[in-house]
């Protein structure tokens, strides 16, 4: 079976405390996802999206906290904006945008953070791996 | 004239086939038709829609296949059992995926013998749940609206005291039906006034009347059906009004049994809320079957009458 | 004077064993209602709802108590499961959301399927007979056949 | 080449029950650059950390990776380990593969090679660590207390006894909160008012105390040591500089304005002063019910005040503080009753909740300490008491229990028996919880020589059938219902957080849980202080508690605060960004994204400029910078790239 490989970019307050929280449950979910720990959402720069998926990566989950949460004032609000443009950017480069995924996870949404990972995993085995030609435009 | 898909149930077509009688009558004045589905069956009746027997399921999920089938997304009932069975099953096959597969495997099975390819056929695709299932109260509050009702009473029921009677199923379980409170429901209140009748308020309003246990337990109906009439007499109504046939039977039919065992009890007249809509839109009297009601309501029918004459 | 066997006595403790409180009956309910019994926690509100209790000689929380202790004969042998008119004030007030209505269900179910005969069509007078509605007399029956 | 260090943690059973430790250290170990690799039972052990000192030392290390729990947890303490031992702390990172790995997966295979990928992707990130130290920045030795409960007030006490001064901010007129409604408290039965009274004046009179009450906080920015925050004042109407508290005009205002803090038993002008004891003892006038505001005419405060301290002008105000801390003690509220539907949604008028029963039974309240019944003032007789009117019910109102009703309505029961000689108690209960030291002996008096009666069971329905109130319950005990017709009933609604907190919790930007009540860093470990550093929490806000605990919460709280305070600089996170001077051509587009304005532009250099003291390191900047002229410490986007490619096994 086709199992895809997924960056996480969680933001330390919210989602990569979210995702603790989903550890300290002992919440079960796929392991395809490698998390690389932002202090906040804004500091992911679309430069990084594109470079997972030139690197091999088949999905991409960018964690943040919920709208006026953000422990930095508005970092998500940026990081809502900076995806919005970076899905159509994903079109013309061929890459289904589906495989970016952007989703605000709390510190207190374990059981979310969990659920997001499987189902994003699930989503992505139907989607299947990427076409070498569209990671090339990527790079 | 607007056209309602209508599912009467067995009730209304045979024991308390007057209360049908007086809805499509009402529904007439009120400007659409009652447009009863061509082939019906029972609705599987209320209560064992247990999770694991999926086949009791079955009766009730032909009756909607078969109405969206007929190209219609509303369908109407006026009993509270079909309305509770229709309702739970429609949820069931919305929320349930399983329950929705093994539903349609077991319908499939109905499919008619065709030997020859029919164009007008609709091809058969799963029912998942399209048609929404209204009580025709519901409809009459949430379509027509209870201020349209108002203005087009030609005998509004003015100065009689109604005590609303939701029984069970009607409302709850509230997950599944989502009619209304449970605790606090508002839709009689809100059709009593739409009549110009004056709501009488009563703790035992959503308390049950034994429903089928009147035919295993006489007596324990009977216990039950007094409490709720002796306080809805009790705060001052002239009748109470309700909306399912067993209901009306327990608490119409009982009141002699209830008279013998508990000497101070006054009998109070019952009316199915389609006949006291129907009057009130100037239905004539001798066609709501009051003949055939246990406790008289010549008393208060005249009273509404009366009210006509004195305008 | 010489007894060849003995009445049992009037209060026999429950013989608990890993089966009764979680396979068999107990498992057999589960599935047919769909609920689990084990999340009751005893909290008396269905039983104080409940229109029919004053009827019935073992209250609906005392029934969900014996059902989590696997009680099988205790719970199929009691006047509850038919007194129970399925009106869902349980269902609607249980504060942990157990469906309880349809574990009366379950109950009913494995009662009619060891072959308890509560009420048949032959105890149905002429009289009730045309003059009960038929959803009174399907779901009354209902008790009998599926 | 740097010398990079990896320790692998078993975490006991923890991460090695999944994650095969050996593998990894030695996968991990063939890596250029990591010159020692291993694993070992608890890194976070002394031993632990004593190995990671030696081995600093014996490989001279020049950096080190501790593949273990979440940098939540062991972050500074391995950083504190690593300096120690001479290496500079900033060279040392944490591999998350407990909370994020071991704890999530139960493929033994598949977690040991997820978690080599997560380690690799730290060694990349280590190779490019700069040593780096921590930014010292003043602090500002001013507390900010919100809430004037007990919890507040005893927050407050503790640090201005310190010597730092505190400015208390509270809603109400004054302070006090839900404690000044209470009659007696358990479980020793002394008199609220007796015991919170010279609390309260203390406040008043404190040097260090600056009390602002009929205020809220309206905006707070900067960060721990150096918050400024803008307080609200509402206009009260009255001059509280030279008004004495006479009280002459709260006698003769005509209006008729029902008591919030008499539960509406009671009414006041709309000139009041909220309870006798308020602190401070002066009144404020309710605009929505004044007659002068909503007619022009009346005025007769105005008139009645000889030196003149009613002005119907006064605006409200709105000041600027500098604060190094705050504590928000923020307090509870109940849920209302219109919510319990099943018990008669509010609109029966002798069923009333705990705190309106406190109002009963309080000297000072509407009757004077006689119990009374709402609806026709005769003294009830059967008294039914309801609990777990809305906790432990997950299904339809809150899923926690509210931990002080079962102790608080034991003692309305045994007040109530002192009151009314012939009444009689009933307690409707799941569990009676008394986990408190002197509770379970206060509980076992009032059944034993009280005569309260206990019936174990929810309440189904309570209903209004003519002029009795109906309950029906029942008892598990015996398996039997029961029907009280009752001359009152009192439920102990459900604890649950004041609707102000939510939107305190936004303006702060702290974090609240599932249920609304503010989230403590850590349940166990750091119950006092928010996630976010610099605020700290005490009493009722951070979940359901009684007095006592709330006391002593706000001692931790303040305690929290004056350790802060006690160091002379704050050191601060180096992990800034900062610009290089040669590619930054001027967008100023960072200038416009930071939030916390800790960029400027240097009009002769032409180019964006980093105020370390104010850098949060967010890293919005970095992200905005077209030309990639910022970067962040430690986390530069090289790094990031370098990350990803070792986390997806690529080289």
Not at chain 2, 140 to 150: F, H, I, P, Q, S
Request: hydrophobic share 35%; net charge neutral; glycine share 8%.
């Amino acid at each position: 079976m086709f199992e895809p490989r997924i960056i996480c970019f969680l933001c330390t307050w919210c989602a990569g405390a979210g995702a603790d929280l989903a550890g300290t449950s002992r919440l079960e979910y796929t392991p395809n996802g490698v998390n690389i720990r932002f202090m906040c959402s804004g500091r992911i720069d679309p430069e990084h999206v594109l470079w997972a998926f030139g690197k091999g990566a088949d999905g991409v989950l960018i964690g943040g906290c919920h709208p006026g949460d953000c422990h930095y004032m508005d970092g998500n609000y940026k990081t809502m904006a900076r995806v919005a443009l970076l899905s159509r950017l994903l079109d013309d480069f061929g890459i289904n945008r589906a495989r970016l995924r952007l989703e605000w996870i709390s510190a207190a949404e374990g059981a979310k953070f969990a659920s997001v990972m499987n189902d994003f995993t699930e989503k992505l085995r139907s989607l299947g791996p990427m076409k070498p030609a569209t990671r090339e435009m990527a790079r | 004239m607007v056209k309602v898909a209508y599912y009467p149930g067995c009730a209304l077509k045979d024991r308390s086939s007057h209360l049908d009688a007086s809805a499509r009558d009402a529904a007439e004045r009120l400007g659409f038709q009652l447009d009863e589905l061509e082939s019906w069956t029972c609705c599987g009746a209320v209560p064992p829609v247990s999770r694991e027997r999926v086949m009791n399921l079955v009766a009730s999920s032909r009756i909607l296949k078969n109405t969206r089938d007929s190209g219609r997304d509303l369908l109407v009932t006026i009993c509270d059992f079909c309305y509770n069975t229709l309702k739970r099953t429609n949820h069931r096959i919305r929320k349930d995926e399983i329950t929705r597969r093994r539903i349609n495997t077991y319908l499939a099975q109905e499919k008619p013998e065709r030997d020859y390819i029919e164009e007008t056929a609709s091809p058969w695709t799963d029912y998942a749940g399209e048609v929404r299932v209204m009580h025709l109260m519901e409809y009459l509050r949430d379509v027509t609206g209870y201020d349209e009702m108002r203005k087009r009473l030609s005998r509004p029921l003015e100065g009689l005291k109604l005590a609303p009677y939701y029984g069970c199923v009607m409302l709850r379980p509230e997950n599944e039906i989502g009619l209304d409170d449970p605790e606090d429901p508002s839709i009689i209140e809100g059709f009593i006034e739409a009549l110009g009748a004056r709501v009488v308020n009563y703790p035992y309003r959503t308390e049950c009347c034994g429903s089928y246990l009147s035919v295993s337990d006489p007596d324990v109906s009977t216990r039950l059906s007094y409490k709720i009439l002796s306080s809805a007499a009790g705060k001052g109504a002239d009748a109470v009004i309700l909306s399912c046939p067993l209901c009306f039977h327990n608490l119409d039919s009982r009141q002699e049994a209830i008279s013998r065992v508990f000497p101070g009890f006054k009998p109070i007249p019952v009316f199915y809320f389609t006949q006291l809509l129907s009057l009130a839109m100037g239905g004539d009297r001798d066609r709501q079957g009051f003949s055939r009601h246990h406790v008289d309501v010549s008393g208060v029918v005249d009273s509404i009458f009366a009210e006509k004459e004195r305008q | 004077m010489s007894k060849t066997s003995l009445p049992p006595p009037e209060n026999l403790p429950m013989r608990l064993t890993r089966d009764t409180v979680s396979e068999g009956f107990k498992k057999r309910v589960a599935e047919l209602s769909g609920q689990n019994p084990d999340s009751c926690y005893q909290c008396g509100n269905c039983s104080s709802g409940c229109p029919l209790a004053c009827e019935m000689n073992i209250l609906p929380s005392r029934m969900m108590r014996l059902v989590q202790l696997g009680q099988e004969e205790t719970v199929l042998e009691s006047g509850t499961i038919w007194i129970c008119a399925s009106c869902f004030q349980c269902t609607v007030r249980c504060p942990r959301g157990i469906d309880i209505q349809s574990v009366m269900d379950a109950l009913r179910q494995i009662a009619l399927d060891l072959g308890t005969d509560h009420f048949g069509p032959d105890q149905v007078t002429p009289e009730q007979a045309a003059t009960v509605p038929q959803p009174g007399l399907v779901s009354l029956y209902r008790k009998l056949s599926t | 080449m740097k010398r990079i260090g990896v320790f692998v943690c078993h975490c006991g059973i923890n991460i090695a029950s999944t994650v095969d430790v050996q593998k990894v250290a030695e996968e991990v170990g063939k890596m250029p650059g990591v010159v020692f690799a291993t694993d070992y039972i608890y890194m976070c052990s002394d031993p632990g950390q004593a190995l990671v000192r030696e081995k600093i030392r014996e490989e001279n290390l020049d950096a080190v990776i501790v593949a273990a729990c979440s940098p939540n947890l062991h972050e500074s303490t391995f950083r504190t380990a690593a300096g120690e031992a001479g290496l500079n702390p900033w060279q040392l990172e944490i591999a998350n593969i407990r909370e994020q790995c071991s704890w999530v997966h139960s493929d033994r295979e598949k977690a040991t090679e997820k978690a080599i990928r997560i380690v690799k992707a730290m060694v990349e990130k280590t190779r490019l660590n700069e040593s780096l130290d921590p930014i010292s920045v003043p602090i500002t030795r001013k507390a900010l207390v919100i809430g004037g409960g007990i919890a507040g007030i005893q927050a407050a006490l503790d640090i201005a006894d310190a010597g730092y001064e505190v400015i208390l901010v509270e809603k109400e007129p004054s302070i006090g909160g839900h404690m000044a409604q209470l009659s007696e408290t358990f479980p020793t039965l002394d008199c609220s008012q007796c015991i919170l009274t010279p609390k309260m004046v203390a406040v008043g009179k404190h040097g260090n105390i600056e009390l602002m009450t009929y205020s809220t906080v309206e905006e707070i920015s900067g960060y721990v040591g150096n918050f400024t925050v803008k307080i609200r004042r509402k206009a009260a109407y009255v001059d509280w500089s030279i008004c004495t508290g006479c009280g002459q005009c709260t006698e003769v205002c005509p209006a008729k304005v029902p008591s919030s803090f008499d539960r509406n038993f009671s009414t006041h002008g709309a000139v009041y002063v909220p309870f006798p004891q308020a602190v401070p003892n002066k009144p404020v006038i309710d605009r929505e019910h004044c007659i002068h505001f909503k007619t022009g005419k009346c005025g007769l405060c105005e008139k009645t005040c000889e030196i003149g301290a009613i002005r119907f002008d006064q605006e409200d105000q709105v000041f600027r503080r500098e604060v190094g801390a705050v504590v928000v003690a923020a307090g509870y509220d109940t849920l209302p009753l219109s919510e319990l539907k099943e018990y008669g949604a509010g609109r029966v008028p002798d069923v009333i909740d705990g705190l309106a029963f406190e109002r009963l039974l309080s000297a000072s309240g509407p009757t004077n300490g006689e119990i009374r019944r709402p609806s026709d003032g005769k003294v009830p007789k059967e008294v039914v008491f309801v609990q777990c009117a809305g906790s432990r019910d997950p299904e339809r109102h809150k899923p926690y229990c509210s931990k002080i009703c079962c102790m608080y309505t034991t003692k309305h029961a045994l007040l109530y028996r002192h009151r009314v000689h012939d009444g009689q108690p009933y307690i409707f209960y799941i569990d009676i919880r008394t986990g408190g030291k002197g509770y379970e002996e206060f509980y076992h008096r009032a059944e034993e020589d009280e005569g309260i009666i206990y019936l174990r069971g929810k309440v189904a329905k309570i209903f209004r059938d003519g002029a009795e109130t109906v309950v029906w319950g029942t008892d598990t005990l015996t398996g039997k219902n029961v029907e009280i017709r009752a001359d009152l009933v009192v439920l102990a609604t459900a604890v649950i957080p004041r609707k102000s907190t939510a939107r305190l919790v936004r303006k702060l930007h702290i974090q609240a849980g599932p249920n609304g009540f503010l989230a403590e860093a850590h349940p166990k470990l750091r119950p006092v202080e928010s996630i976010n550093s610099g605020f700290y929490l005490a009493g009722a806000a951070q979940g359901p508690k009684d007095i006592p605990e709330s006391v002593a919460q706000a001692g931790g709280a303040a305690c929290k605060v004056i350790s802060l305070f006690s160091r002379n600089r704050l050191e601060q996170d180096p992990a800034v960004a900062w610009v290089d001077e040669d590619l930054c051509g001027g967008c100023r587009i960072c200038i416009s994204v930071c939030p916390y304005d800790a960029r400027k532009f240097d009009e002769e250099k032409g180019i964006a400029v980093v105020n370390e003291a104010l850098c949060e390191g967010c890293g919005s900047c970095v992200a905005a910078c077209a030309c990639g002229a910022t970067q962040q410490k430690n986390l530069t986007d090289v790094q990031i790239k370098n990350m990803i490619t070792a986390s997806l096994g690529g080289k």
